[in-house]
Structures are given as structure tokens and as C-alpha cells.
């Protein structure tokens, strides 16, 4: 009985690190070779395990891809959930200024597996509903900003704050697939700047 726990544990740890391989072989060969050319065979051979033990812990490429679509996007949610408690409309402007920049470019950094999962969206029924369930994430953050900048009295109150936030989310999103195929027309700064005083001429007072 007392080694129970240290089998259980030794168990659970190489579950872990194959479970890591077979994420890091998947990111590798994802942006090696695009979301259609990429077999489940090639990212086991590349993480040199087994079929069985593969299939424990993803049953297709589309699994693996929705776990690192989740841990890129961990970093856009990070910037869109950054504490926003402004007390003046400049205070405002400036924030959703530096939240927007930060955005454009982590899209930026992030282009090549960004491609992938552009690629996908066009092919994967799960990666198409991953997208809208990180979409209306977004959204609904947006719209608590929103909701306390009309508290504030700072804010336009007779604007719904989920149909604002669904029209600036959007055209982030714009912008990011742009910047991924990269066909953005201006620097990131200036993007970030013309679409924070649209949005904010539009929504503050």
C-alpha cells in the first residue's frame, strides 16, 4: 500500500509529458505544413509514441489543434481582461488604446500559427464552434468595460452594451486575420489608433 501513491504519481507524470510531446510535435508540424497537410501520423511519428497512446489523450489532429488554440489565445484574453476601471474619457481612451495595440501585436507575433488556425476554420466543424465560443468570450468581456463605463456616467447609456461589443470585437478580428495573411494597409499603431477614436467617439461622452 505505501507505494501506491508514488506508482500513481509516476504514472500520472509520463501521462503528462506524452500528453506535452504530443502538443509540441503537433504545434511544430501544424506550422511546418498547414492544418490540411498535417496527418495525425506525422505529429506521433514526430513525437515519437505510439498510436495507442496517442488516442488516450486526442482522437485527431482537430482535438489537438482546439488545446493550442486555447493556450495561444490565453494570451489575447490575458490583454482583453486586463483591469479597466477609468474615471475620465481620456483615461478610457488611453486604456482601450494600449489593449487594442497589445492585441494587434500579439496577432502579430502569432501569425504563423494563426494561419493554421485560419486554415481550419475553413475545414473543422470543431474549430469553427472553438472560434465562435472564444469570439463570444471576447464579447462578453468587452461588454462588462462597457457596462461600467456607462456607470460611470461616462459612457453613452442608451447604447446595448453586447451589440457595441460585438461591433468592436469584430473589427479586431478584422484586422487580426488581416495582419495574419499580412495585408494590413498601416502600421500597427495607426490601426490601433483609428480604431480606438472611432470606437470611442461613437460610445463616449
Excluded at 460611470?152 to 453586447?162: I, Y
Amino acid at each position: 500500500m505505501e507505494n501506491t501513491k508514488p506508482l500513481t504519481d509516476g504514472r500520472h507524470l509520463r501521462s503528462q509529458q506524452t500528453r506535452q510531446k504530443l502538443l509540441e510535435a503537433a504545434k511544430e508540424v501544424f506550422r511546418e505544413e498547414g492544418f490540411h497537410k498535417t496527418t495525425i501520423s506525422q505529429i506521433i511519428k514526430r513525437a515519437k509514441t505510439g498510436y495507442g497512446t496517442a488516442y488516450v489523450h486526442f482522437t485527431g489532429k482537430d482535438d489537438l489543434l482546439i488545446v493550442l488554440m486555447e493556450d495561444v489565445m490565453a494570451s489575447f484574453y490575458a490583454i482583453a481582461e486586463r483591469p479597466f476601471a477609468p474615471v475620465s474619457r481620456a483615461e478610457a481612451e488611453q486604456l482601450i488604446f494600449r489593449q487594442t495595440l497589445a492585441f494587434l501585436r500579439l496577432a502579430e507575433s502569432e501569425r504563423k500559427m494563426l494561419q493554421v488556425l485560419a486554415e481550419a476554420i475553413g475545414v473543422s466543424v470543431s474549430a469553427q464552434e472553438k472560434w465562435a465560443e472564444i469570439r463570444e468570450r471576447f464579447i462578453s468581456r468587452i461588454s462588462q468595460d462597457i457596462t461600467f463605463s456607462q456607470s460611470q456616467g461616462l459612457a453613452r447609456s442608451g447604447l446595448v452594451p453586447e451589440l457595441v461589443a460585438r461591433g468592436w470585437f469584430y473589427s479586431h478580428e478584422m484586422y487580426l486575420w488581416d495582419i495574419v495573411s499580412s495585408d494590413q494597409h498601416a502600421d500597427l499603431e495607426t490601426i490601433a489608433k483609428t480604431l480606438t477614436a472611432i470606437y470611442t467617439g461613437g460610445l463616449y461622452v
